[in-house]
């Protein structure tokens, strides 16, 4: 298995442009997390799925921030207009159900000049 | 809300020592507590799940320990090697809810 893989890994941008995060959950993983990773406030949780469907999306900055699970293997997590705040690394993971272990990718770092 | 704490911040050993990583979390509501690795510049490595009915875990030359009813967990780590050098971090998963609550981690650092 390919463990859960996101792109790109590294994304600089300039204040203002749209970013959009990619994700591919591990196949049949039912559950699907955004998290985002800074040194002032560690890890936090953005959104979470559940069969492809919304379940808590809470963690989400502001209206700024969208994501979508179009499919059981893609989802995307896009950033208008970006902030340089908003620099960060963004982790997806996926779980075979909201209950189980939490498996990572590897991360995107995020840039915003 | 739950928060969760991990001490020491950061820890230097020398490499064969024994060592004890901690993890505190304000609710004991909790429906299992799982212990992560990140190497630096890398994701997270789900080391050991700990569900709340169970009270270790043990994978290899690391064991973790979850008192629920303190709200704290430990992960032991044996005979420490270079390699073994990374962030550990500590998630809590609150009963209700599907999320993690992770800590901030503990660097440590094994020197040769």
């Known amino acids: 298995d390919a463990g859960v893989i996101q792109s790109p890994r590294h994304e600089v941008t300039e204040m203002g442009q749209e970013v959009t995060l990619r994700c591919k959950p591990i196949?049949?993983?039912?559950?699907l997390f955004w998290y985002r990773q800074t040194m002032m406030r560690g890890l936090e949780l953005l959104i979470y799925?559940?069969?492809?469907?919304?379940?808590?999306d809470s963690g989400m900055p502001e209206d700024r921030f969208s994501a979508k699970m179009p499919n059981a293997s893609f989802s995307t997590l896009k950033i208008q207009p970006s902030e340089p705040r908003d620099s960060a690394v963004y982790f997806c993971?996926?779980?075979?159900?909201?209950?189980?272990?939490?498996?990572f990718g590897p991360g995107t770092r995020l840039t915003v000049l | 809300k739950q928060e969760v704490t991990q001490i020491p911040a950061a820890l230097s050993v020398p490499e064969g020592e024994n060592l004890v990583l901690n993890c505190s979390f304000t609710?004991?509501?909790?429906?299992?507590l799982q212990w992560f690795r990140q190497d630096p510049g890398k994701g997270l490595t789900s080391l050991l799940l700990?569900?709340?009915?169970?009270r270790e875990q043990t994978s290899g030359r690391l064991n973790a320990s979850l008192d629920k009813s303190s709200g704290r967990s430990t992960l032991y780590i044996a005979a420490s090697q270079p390699g073994d050098s990374a962030t550990y971090l500590c998630?809590?998963?609150?009963?209700?809810?599907?999320?993690?609550?992770f800590g901030k981690g503990t660097m440590l650092l094994v020197s040769p």
């Open positions: 993971a996926s779980s075979l159900t909201p209950r189980d272990e939490q498996f």
């Open positions: 196949s049949g993983h039912n559950s």
């Open positions: 998630a809590v998963q609150s009963t209700g809810y599907s999320t993690l609550t």
């Open positions: 700990i569900q709340s009915s169970q």
């Open positions: 609710d004991s509501a909790i429906y299992n």
């Open positions: 799925f559940n069969n492809n469907v919304p379940i808590d």
